[in-house]
């Protein structure tokens, strides 16, 4: 199994930039990680997954070319580094964890979520 919890959400004007965290316990190398969110009235949907080993990712349409997804299996932590925020990108934003690696909602494992709010 695998504890998750993330951290780094804030207020951030358009344009802006913020690094989220996903600090995980258990066997988190073998582990896929996924980021996702979830805006006030609508449905969680997937932003970015990086796998075990942080060579393959994936991203949204929506976020490709301004957020980055890795990872640090010897500090157990992933990270999404988002550019170019949006208003747009407000919502809470969670991190999962899955032994297989996908762009779906099915991860086992899900943190408690970390609010990001851009501000025009």
């Known amino acids: 199994q695998v504890q998750l919890v993330e951290s780094g959400g804030g207020l951030v004007q358009s344009g802006g930039s913020l690094t989220l965290s996903c600090a995980a316990s258990?066997?988190?190398?073998?582990?896929?990680l996924g980021w996702f969110r979830q805006a006030p009235g609508k449905e969680r949907e997937f932003v970015a997954a990086i796998n075990w080993s942080g060579r393959t990712t994936d991203y949204s349409d929506s976020v490709k070319g301004r957020f980055t997804i890795s990872r640090d299996n010897a500090k157990n932590t992933a990270y999404l580094q988002m550019n170019s925020l949006e208003p747009e990108d407000t919502a809470l934003y969670y991190c999962a964890a899955d032994l297989v690696f996908t762009a779906t909602l099915q991860y086992d494992y899900w943190g408690q979520g970390t609010q990001v709010t851009v501000s025009s």
């Open positions: 258990g066997t988190f190398s073998r582990y896929a």
